[in-house]
């Protein structure tokens, strides 16, 4: 397995961290690996467009729920609450 060096980190960061691992009963160690895995895995939900999807599919809720309704124009309101 690979290994990173980290060199010149703020001791204040490095205090968070260990407060973090004692907080979680994890090694430094074995937070950060934990912190790193989480970020690769949002990262690569966010880049595969798994967030596009998941709004697509509420888009799409969202006209079956509203089909066939009518609402009221607005225009009126917020020409009404521009003016004040």
Not at 6 to 25: C, F, M, R, S, Y
Not at 28 to 37: A, N, R, S, V
């Given at each position: 397995?690979?290994q990173?060096l980290?060199?010149?980190?703020?001791?204040?960061?490095?205090?968070?961290?260990?407060?973090?691992?004692?907080?979680?009963?994890r090694s430094?160690?074995?937070?950060?690996?934990?912190?790193?895995?989480q970020?690769?895995?949002?990262?690569i939900?966010?880049?595969?467009?798994?967030d596009?999807?998941?709004?697509?599919?509420?888009?799409?809720?969202a006209?079956?729920r509203?089909?066939?309704?009518?609402?009221?124009?607005?225009?009126?309101l917020?020409?009404?609450?521009?003016?004040?």
């Open positions: 397995m690979a990173i980290v060199e010149n980190l703020d001791p204040i960061i490095v205090e968070k961290l260990e407060t973090l691992a004692k907080q979680h009963g430094l160690q074995e937070e950060l690996k934990h912190i790193l895995q970020a690769t895995e949002k990262a939900y966010y880049h595969s467009g798994a596009i999807e998941k709004a697509r599919e509420a888009v799409a809720r006209q079956v509203y089909a066939g309704k009518t609402f009221s124009d607005s225009t009126e917020i020409r009404e609450d521009r003016e004040r």
